[in-house]
Protein backbone atom coordinates (compact mmCIF):
# COMPACT_ATOMS: atom_id res chain seq x y z
CA UNK A 1 0.00 0.00 0.00
CA UNK A 2 2.77 2.32 0.71
CA UNK A 3 4.68 1.73 -1.77
CA UNK A 4 1.71 2.12 -4.59
CA UNK A 5 1.30 5.60 -2.69
CA UNK A 6 4.75 6.34 -2.94
CA UNK A 7 4.51 5.20 -6.69
CA UNK A 8 2.00 7.41 -7.41
CA UNK A 9 3.35 10.61 -6.07
CA UNK A 10 6.26 9.94 -8.05
CA UNK A 11 4.41 10.09 -11.26
CA UNK A 12 2.81 12.56 -10.56
CA UNK A 13 5.95 14.52 -9.56
CA UNK A 14 7.33 13.50 -12.87
CA UNK A 15 4.09 14.39 -14.69
CA UNK A 16 3.71 17.86 -12.92
CA UNK A 17 7.83 18.56 -14.21
CA UNK A 18 6.64 17.91 -17.62
CA UNK A 19 4.34 21.12 -18.14
CA UNK A 20 5.45 23.92 -20.13
CA UNK A 21 4.59 26.72 -17.19
CA UNK A 22 6.29 27.49 -13.57
CA UNK A 23 4.13 27.36 -10.69
CA UNK A 24 5.41 30.79 -10.03
CA UNK A 25 2.72 32.04 -12.83
CA UNK A 26 5.28 32.55 -15.56
CA UNK A 27 6.26 30.48 -18.36
CA UNK A 28 9.80 30.56 -20.43
CA UNK A 29 7.84 32.61 -23.41
CA UNK A 30 7.41 35.56 -21.05
CA UNK A 31 10.83 35.27 -19.34
CA UNK A 32 12.40 34.83 -23.29
CA UNK A 33 10.46 38.48 -24.15
CA UNK A 34 11.39 40.32 -20.80
CA UNK A 35 15.07 39.02 -21.99
CA UNK A 36 14.45 40.78 -25.72
CA UNK A 37 13.08 43.78 -23.90
CA UNK A 38 15.89 44.29 -21.67
CA UNK A 39 18.49 43.77 -24.30
CA UNK A 40 17.01 46.30 -26.74
CA UNK A 41 16.65 48.96 -23.52
CA UNK A 42 20.67 48.22 -23.05
CA UNK A 43 21.42 48.62 -26.84
CA UNK A 44 19.38 51.71 -27.46
CA UNK A 45 20.84 52.92 -23.84
CA UNK A 46 24.56 52.36 -25.23
CA UNK A 47 24.37 53.76 -28.55
CA UNK A 48 24.35 50.74 -30.43
CA UNK A 49 20.93 50.70 -32.24
CA UNK A 50 20.32 53.67 -34.47
CA UNK A 51 17.16 55.74 -33.48
CA UNK A 52 13.98 55.80 -35.52
CA UNK A 53 13.08 57.61 -38.34
CA UNK A 54 10.44 60.09 -38.11
CA UNK A 55 9.95 61.45 -41.24
CA UNK A 56 10.64 60.63 -44.68
CA UNK A 57 12.94 63.43 -44.65
CA UNK A 58 15.32 61.60 -42.07
CA UNK A 59 16.63 59.65 -44.92
CA UNK A 60 17.84 62.72 -46.42
CA UNK A 61 19.95 64.17 -43.10
CA UNK A 62 22.91 62.22 -42.32
CA UNK A 63 22.99 60.99 -39.40
CA UNK A 64 25.75 58.54 -39.57
CA UNK A 65 28.81 59.07 -36.83
CA UNK A 66 32.03 58.82 -38.99
CA UNK A 67 33.83 57.65 -36.05
CA UNK A 68 31.57 53.80 -36.80
CA UNK A 69 31.03 54.23 -40.22
CA UNK A 70 34.03 53.27 -42.57
CA UNK A 71 33.55 53.46 -46.16
CA UNK A 72 35.50 52.34 -49.23
CA UNK A 73 36.11 53.81 -52.67
CA UNK A 74 34.05 51.69 -55.47
CA UNK A 75 36.23 51.99 -58.00
CA UNK A 76 39.76 50.51 -55.68
CA UNK A 77 37.61 47.70 -54.72
CA UNK A 78 36.73 46.82 -58.09
CA UNK A 79 39.82 47.59 -59.69
CA UNK A 80 41.82 45.28 -57.00
CA UNK A 81 39.15 42.19 -57.98
CA UNK A 82 39.93 42.78 -61.66
CA UNK A 83 43.44 43.48 -61.79
CA UNK A 84 44.09 40.51 -59.17
CA UNK A 85 41.40 38.07 -61.16
CA UNK A 86 43.82 35.25 -61.51
CA UNK A 87 44.01 35.18 -57.74
CA UNK A 88 40.83 32.49 -55.99
CA UNK A 89 39.16 35.09 -53.68
CA UNK A 90 39.14 33.42 -49.94
CA UNK A 91 37.40 36.26 -48.25
CA UNK A 92 35.84 39.58 -48.59
CA UNK A 93 35.04 42.28 -45.95
CA UNK A 94 33.33 45.29 -48.11
CA UNK A 95 32.62 47.26 -44.69
CA UNK A 96 36.36 47.48 -43.95
CA UNK A 97 37.56 47.24 -47.37
CA UNK A 98 39.66 43.76 -46.90
CA UNK A 99 39.92 41.57 -49.70
CA UNK A 100 42.09 38.64 -48.67
CA UNK A 101 42.65 36.38 -52.31
CA UNK A 102 44.68 32.65 -52.56
CA UNK A 103 47.43 31.58 -54.38
CA UNK A 104 47.28 31.83 -58.05
CA UNK A 105 49.82 31.90 -60.62
CA UNK A 106 49.00 34.87 -63.76
CA UNK A 107 49.20 34.23 -67.22
CA UNK A 108 52.95 33.58 -69.02
CA UNK A 109 54.50 32.88 -65.43
CA UNK A 110 55.44 30.11 -62.89
CA UNK A 111 55.67 31.59 -59.28
CA UNK A 112 52.63 31.53 -57.21
CA UNK A 113 51.62 34.90 -55.51
CA UNK A 114 48.73 35.60 -52.55
CA UNK A 115 47.89 38.85 -52.17
CA UNK A 116 45.61 41.25 -49.44
CA UNK A 117 44.31 44.22 -50.09
CA UNK A 118 42.99 46.91 -48.21
CA UNK A 119 41.22 49.82 -49.62
CA UNK A 120 40.95 52.41 -46.68
CA UNK A 121 39.25 55.71 -47.94
CA UNK A 122 36.64 56.56 -50.37
CA UNK A 123 39.25 58.65 -52.30
CA UNK A 124 40.18 57.49 -55.43
CA UNK A 125 43.95 58.17 -54.15
CA UNK A 126 47.13 55.83 -53.84
CA UNK A 127 46.95 56.71 -50.03
CA UNK A 128 43.22 54.94 -49.71
CA UNK A 129 44.81 51.55 -51.58
CA UNK A 130 47.16 48.99 -49.90
CA UNK A 131 49.02 45.66 -50.95
CA UNK A 132 50.57 42.97 -49.54
CA UNK A 133 51.42 40.08 -51.93
CA UNK A 134 53.44 36.81 -50.94
CA UNK A 135 55.15 34.13 -52.99
CA UNK A 136 55.59 30.96 -51.43
CA UNK A 137 59.19 31.36 -50.08
CA UNK A 138 58.48 34.70 -48.81
CA UNK A 139 57.06 38.59 -49.04
CA UNK A 140 57.22 39.59 -52.80
CA UNK A 141 59.74 42.23 -53.72
CA UNK A 142 59.02 45.82 -53.52
CA UNK A 143 58.84 46.45 -57.43
CA UNK A 144 56.02 43.58 -57.99
CA UNK A 145 54.12 45.32 -55.29
CA UNK A 146 54.51 48.50 -56.43
CA UNK A 147 53.36 47.66 -60.44
CA UNK A 148 50.39 45.61 -58.87
CA UNK A 149 49.35 49.10 -57.11
CA UNK A 150 49.40 50.82 -59.87
CA UNK A 151 47.51 48.20 -62.31
CA UNK A 152 45.11 48.42 -59.51
CA UNK A 153 45.13 52.49 -59.74
CA UNK A 154 44.99 53.23 -63.28
CA UNK A 155 42.31 50.20 -63.50
CA UNK A 156 40.47 52.40 -60.89
CA UNK A 157 40.42 55.69 -62.86
CA UNK A 158 40.03 53.62 -66.21
CA UNK A 159 36.74 52.64 -64.54
CA UNK A 160 35.86 56.34 -62.70
CA UNK A 161 36.30 57.77 -66.46
CA UNK A 162 33.96 55.66 -67.70
CA UNK A 163 31.44 55.41 -64.89
CA UNK A 164 31.39 59.70 -65.24
CA UNK A 165 30.47 59.29 -69.08
CA UNK A 166 27.05 58.13 -68.61
Avoid at 22 to 50: I, M, T, W
Avoid at 54 to 83: C, G, H, M
Avoid at 128 to 155: F, W
Wanted: with cysteine; glycine share 6%.
Amino acid sequence: MILRKLLLVGLLASLAACGNSSPFGSSDADAYERNQRRAKQQLEANGVLQPKRESIFDLFQNRDDPNTTIEVNKYLWTAAQDVLSFLPIESVDPFSGVIVMGYGTPPGSNRAYRATVYVRDPALDARSLNVAIRTRSGPASRETVRAVEDAILTRARQLRIADSKL
